[in-house]
């Protein structure tokens, strides 16, 4: 069975951290690249950071650039969203996601919601004093 499976998500304060994980299972993430998403209540689902399947390139939102950072450990068939000077704006329910097969990784990142297969359940994160 694929799943991916989110953690770390919390309440923290204005200007605070999290790191989220992202496990899988039931295939491996060789040949995925892997994104983050997030959606705040009444908001569509965003796209906020993807890396590639051999975690050569990255892509973030201009939102979350110099204060997020997406890392991955395929030996252990997980990525990382690392969090920093978090912001209420920051709110909202964290998806990991991912987009490709086993014919291989795509050739390009991209933050369309349309382009990714498989889809974690999310992790709440709460910027708030």
């Known amino acids: 069975q694929v799943q991916l499976v989110e953690s770390g998500g919390g309440l923290v304060q204005p200007g605070g951290s999290l790191r989220l994980s992202c496990a899988a299972s039931g295939f491996t993430l060789d040949y995925y690249n892997i994104g983050w998403f997030r959606q705040a209540p009444g908001k569509e689902r965003e796209g906020v950071v993807c890396i590639s399947s051999s975690a050569s390139s990255t892509y973030y939102a201009d939102s979350v650039k110099g204060r997020f950072t997406i890392s991955r450990d395929n030996a252990k068939n997980s990525v990382y969203l690392q969090m920093h000077s978090l912001k209420p704006e920051d709110t909202a329910v964290y998806y990991c996601?991912?987009?490709?097969?086993?014919?291989?990784?795509?050739?390009?990142?991209?933050?369309?919601?349309?382009?990714?297969?498989?889809w974690g359940q999310g992790t709440q994160v709460t910027v708030s004093s």
């Open positions: 996601a991912a987009h490709g097969s086993t014919l291989g990784p795509p050739e390009y990142l991209t933050l369309d919601v349309s382009d990714y297969d498989y």
